[in-house]
């Protein structure tokens, strides 16, 4: 029985066995090699299409007085997170998922359970942000088919603009009724404290003394600063009013888009050939090996069965 288990086997013994189910051999790999293209083609590649864009630096006061400083959510140390924050929104989701047609073409059951979450978890897995060096953010979109990649990343760009426009501009409305607000109150109090001071002026006797003198100058100077800074504090109601006016306008962008995505000009089909050539390699090299051991302890098995028949 050893004997007969390790026997040798000949090339031309092993080549007549390949050739008696040759047609079957080859209907496995062609059934590997189409099965391959079309899971690496639309399951494992994929084509990429990046957009580049910027978050402007912020709206200045376009007035005759020196330029106050920036809201800071329009500061440029800002702009990756809110960016950020911008892609990664429910509202953008699902504004990607209602404009592409995600479900169909992800091939979600519409009926199944947990669907949104599995139509979500595949949308983030296709979109990546990163910052450049250029204080720019670069957006990236994954997909099998190129005109859904870079048609999704320039959307992305442009809808990232609308909703950081309305996300600005309820922020910039809440700060210009804090900043009414104040203004208002310290107008009241301003008003108020002048009327007093002005009354202690009148109080005071029509004398050449230097003392009355003096205080009067104090006084005045007190009167000066309060309106000075009530003043001031109007320029910066008129600048965040006119911010808020800048974002009204349909115009006027809070990110521009500074290179548009474009389709990649590869093809997915010759990487995906290529891999499925080694697929059917393998697959033609287990064909062998398993006929092979098919004839190295083909009698040896048949001598147990006629024992056991025995």
């Known amino acids: 029985m050893n004997e007969t288990s390790h026997r040798s086997i000949s090339t031309g013994e092993l ?12 209907l496995v790999l062609l059934l590997v090699f189409t099965a ?39 500061m440029p140390t800002d702009q990756f997170n ?14 990607l998922i209602r404009r592409f047609k995600l479900y169909t ?32 953010v670069t957006i990236t979109v994954r997909d099998a088919y190129r005109y ?28 210009v009724n804090v900043y009414e607000k104040t203004y208002a109150k310290l107008s009241d109090i301003f008003a108020a404290r002048r009327i007093a001071l002005e009354s202690i002026l009148n109080r005071f006797p029509a004398t050449e003394s230097n003392t009355v ?44 888009q500074q290179q548009r995505a474009l389709p990649s000009g590869d093809s997915l089909l010759l990487p995906s050939i290529g891999i499925s050539l080694l697929a059917v390699l393998l697959c033609s090299f287990l064909q062998v090996l398993f006929t092979y051991l098919r004839l190295q302890y083909k009698e040896h098995y048949s001598f147990l069965s006629k024992n056991k028949n025995q």
């Open 15 to 26: 080549l007549m066995a390949l050739s008696e189910k040759k047609w079957r051999h080859l």
């Open 36 to 74: 391959s293209v079309w899971f690496f083609r639309y399951y494992v590649l994929s084509y990429t299409s990046s957009t580049t864009i910027v978050v402007i630096d912020g709206l200045k006061y376009d007035g005759r007085g020196p330029e106050k400083s920036l809201p800071d959510y329009l």
């Open 82 to 95: 809110r960016v950020l924050q911008v892609v990664n929104s429910t509202e953008m989701y699902d504004h």
């Open 105 to 136: 073409h992800y091939g979600i059951d519409t009926t199944a359970e947990f669907r949104y979450e599995k139509v979500i978890r595949r949308l983030r897995s296709k979109i990546d942000v990163k910052k450049t060096p250029y204080n720019s």
């Open 148 to 175: 859904v990649a870079y048609e999704m990343a320039n959307e992305i760009a442009t809808y990232a603009n609308e909703l950081n426009r309305k996300q600005l501009l309820v922020i910039q409305r809440k700060r």
């Open 213 to 256: 003198k003096s205080s009067e100058n104090e006084l005045s100077q007190a009167v000066h600063q309060l309106s000075r800074t009530v003043d001031e504090f109007s320029s910066t109601v008129r600048e965040q009013q006119f911010i808020l006016e800048a974002l009204k306008e349909s115009n006027s962008p809070t990110i521009v």
